[in-house]
């Protein structure tokens, strides 16, 4: 290392996407180039990520949180930090990134059935080859034309289940695509039976279907309205073949929306011309999907089923958190939806062994700490504040002068607060912050104060970090709903910051788990542990999570752990001003949870209503009882001893995707100032959806930005068309 000061790098916000960056500046490679300070709101890493141990060590988290497997991007970065961490698995459950995550096969929807009723659509993902986060460049590079040829192929493997399903002659769903050959003898067999309409065979639609695919290929090789009068043929002999089979076959209808949604992808990326638009599926952006898709071909019954509406309700997709305002880009929506189908690897789910907090940020923070990095806990951002114009020199770009802080409270000797407890051997982090280590920490735990909470403005003091003194270039990572509450000269003099918090929307969301004392088959579940979405509202979205209750410290374990999830309906901005307004939606979550309980449960769960009608609250079990004591809260007052979750603070809001919206984005890459850059699943990232991976994606580029690494072509889907 040269004798140069290291560049003080200040990183505002602890959760993926600061991770991300941190992890990436800090690298060995760069020699200690790069010295690095997160500044964090409260005690604990992990942003909608965080979770924290409660009553009997019982894992509370801000949702229900699934990695999946073409997270490429966010599973490389921790299996590096478990490598680089070197947990001794004699002393520790989870020393490797495998005790972490667990491949999750089975996955579900929700569906309505037309003739009334909910029944859940089961179906076992197969694990695709490789395990997510794979060193070397294995990682498929697909294109939209690579996409729609999928697309036709599981068309073609859905049309032999579903043409003949009695009959066991079906042909081969794996064969090699019919026609291939020259572009000369695919488009006389296209031509040939488009002159003929000879779609009325098995044997001819598959080979119809398998030109297609290889057409797509070879696009410029043929005529483009040729192309799309044989897709709109093949088609309708498929639609008018299923009319009648799908009226009274449930699975058989399930079964064809797939196909006529994939139909209608297939002649969207015709018809819109993605296949040549250098912009990829961001052409398509100002729609909405559902739009989109109508727009195609698809139909009402397609576009309103189980398969499209988890589309929706896995990225909270409803504008203001109303569930009769689903949006979300249409460009985006394919992305996501080819990639999560198509490229994931291992398992299409990975569920945790812990929370989020223990098998992500605790690992993060560990190395990051041996690494160096200094944390600097109960720092809430204020403001981000701008050199004055007419201080600039001629040429120079403007920069940040000044990050202002409150600081919520001091630590005991002026030292770095410890945030991590011991659970077993495992390091976790705690609900509530250890008050032992706070100045006047039992003052501050009597008053109650809400050091996570947007509107508990106490603080011990301010803090005003100076450009060139105490940091060089900052990582604005915070979450996106709070850009407007601490950028405010930003937002004020840039009419891009300006635009983006104008149209780049989020809304909050709500969250609930329930701890019961009997197994998921007692409650009249028959499948196996699953995730399931596309349900009823207010909670479309549910995971068997029992498999936790080994990591919790009961002494009678619980039979079953559900958490549930949703988009929380937002209010207007001024009435969320108010300090009663976290009250407020806290308790009214907790009414949505019972009245959930009470009415809907029945259909996923039927053993879960007495006989008299309603949920039995006797399930659940509560942490401060004892068996032999029995329980002291009885009826609907036992959902107190459960956790729930209303998440509307800004840092909290998730960032939605809505049509419109994307090109108002900032990018990490964006270099309009001089000395900062910003990170998180609400910016231009290349996967602009809020997720784990767009995250960290996020996290990556603010790092390239800074220091040239990681390169562009390692970061997984950056390009992704």
């Known amino acids: 290392m040269s004798n140069e000061r290291p560049i003080d790098i200040a990183v505002i916000g602890g959760g993926c996407a600061g991770m991300a960056a941190a992890f990436e500046l800090t690298r060995p490679e760069h020699q200690g180039r ?16 965080a979770s924290g141990r409660g009553p009997a060590d019982r894992i ?15 599973f490389r970065l921790i299996r590096e930090c478990y490598a680089e961490l070197k947990r001794d698995p004699a002393t520790c459950r989870i020393a490797d990134w495998r005790d972490a995550f667990v491949p999750d096969h089975f996955n579900g929807l929700a569906d309505w059935s037309p003739r009334g009723g909910w029944s859940p659509w089961t179906a076992r993902m197969p694990p695709f080859e490789g395990l997510p986060g794979d060193p070397g460049n294995e ?73 297609m695919e290889v057409a797509l290929g070879t696009l410029r090789r043929y005529p483009e309205n040729l192309l799309l009068r044989f897709h709109d043929a093949v088609a309708a002999a498929l639609r008018e073949r299923f009319a009648k089979l799908i009226e009274t ?15 209608a992808v297939v002649r969207g990326g015709l018809r819109f011309r993605l296949l040549t638009d250098p912009r990829g599926f961001d052409a398509i952006d100002d729609y909405d999907c559902r739009e989109w898709l109508r727009l195609n071909g698809a139909s009402e019954g397609t576009i309103n089923g189980a398969f499209v509406r988890a589309l929706y309700d896995l990225t909270f997709a409803y504008e203001d958190g109303d569930v009769k305002k689903p949006r979300v880009a249409a460009g985006q929506g394919l992305r996501g939806a080819f ?21 992500v940020f605790a690992p993060f923070y560990e190395v990051l700490k041996r690494r160096g990095v200094r944390f600097a806990f109960f720092h809430r951002l204020e403001d981000v504040r701008l050199v004055a114009p007419e201080r600039l020199a001629p040429g120079e770009r403007p920069y940040v002068e000044a990050l202002e802080f409150d600081v919520q409270a001091e630590v005991v000797g002026g030292g770095e607060y410890q945030p991590l407890i011991d659970v077993r051997g495992l390091p976790c982090w705690p609900v509530a912050p250890d008050y032992r280590q706070l100045v006047e920490g039992e003052r501050l735990e009597r008053e109650g104060w809400q050091f996570e909470s947007h509107w508990d403005r ?28 601490v950028c405010k000269q930003l937002v004020e003099r840039d009419s891009r910051w300006r635009a983006m918090v104008e149209r780049v929307k989020t809304v909050p969301t709500q969250a609930f788990q329930l701890w019961m004392s009997a197994s998921m088959s007692e409650l009249g579940w028959t499948e196996p542990p699953i995730n399931v979405s596309g349900f009823v509202e207010p909670f479309d979205t549910w995971a068997d999570m029992s498999h936790l209750a080994s990591e919790e410290s009961w002494s009678h374990p619980p039979a079953a752990i559900a958490y549930f999830c949703n988009a929380l309906p937002d209010v207007p901005e001024e009435e ?21 309980l009470e ?123």
């Open 60 to 74: 509370h988290e801000h949702g229900l949180h699934l990695w999946m497997g073409f997270y490429e991007n966010a």
């Open 576 to 596: 969320r001003q108010r300090p009663a307004f976290p009250h407020e939606q806290h308790e009214r979550v907790r009414r949505n949870c019972v009245q959930f």
């Open 339 to 359: 990639r999560a189908f198509f490229s994931y690897r291992g398992a299409f789910f990975w569920k945790m062994q812990s929370g989020m907090g223990d098998v």
């Open 139 to 211: 990682v498929p590079r697909w294109s939209i034309a690579d996409y729609l040829a999928r697309s036709l192929e599981l068309v073609r493997a859905l049309v032999i289940t579903v043409w003949e399903p009695s009959s066991g002659t079906a042909p081969d769903a794996q064969r090699a695509p019919a026609g291939v050959g020259t572009p000369e003898s695919v488009l006389e067999s296209m031509s040939s039976l488009l002159k003929y309409g000879q779609f009325a065979t098995l044997a001819a639609v598959l080979e119809a279907l398998g030109l």
């Open 599 to 721: 009415r809907d449960i029945v259909h996923l769960w039927p053993r879960a209503h007495g006989d008299a009608g309603g949920f039995r609250w006797d399930l659940l079990q509560d942490a401060r009882e004892s068996p032999e004591a029995g329980a002291s809260a009885q009826g609907e007052a036992r959902f107190s001893s459960q956790y729930w979750t209303a998440n509307v603070n800004p840092t909290d809001r998730y960032t939605l995707s809505l049509p419109g919206s994307l090109k108002f984005r900032l990018s990490p890459l964006d270099n309009t100032y001089d000395n900062l850059t910003v990170a998180g699943d609400w910016t231009d990232c290349g996967f602009n959806q809020g997720c784990v991976e767009a995250a960290m994606m996020s996290g990556r580029l603010a790092a390239h930005s800074i220091s040239g690494a990681p390169r562009l072509e390692e970061i997984v889907g950056f390009d992704h068309p």
């Open 249 to 263: 076959d449930e699975q058989l209808r399930r079964l064809w929306e797939i196909i006529d949604m994939m139909l």
């Open 458 to 485: 106490r603080r011990a003091g301010t803090r005003t970090l100076r450009v060139g003194e105490d940091f060089d270039v900052a990582i604005l990572a915070v979450g996106g709903g709070a850009i407007p509450h």
């Open 34 to 49: 790069y010295r690095v300070t997160v500044y964090q709101l409260g005690w604990r890493l992990g942003g909608k990520g």
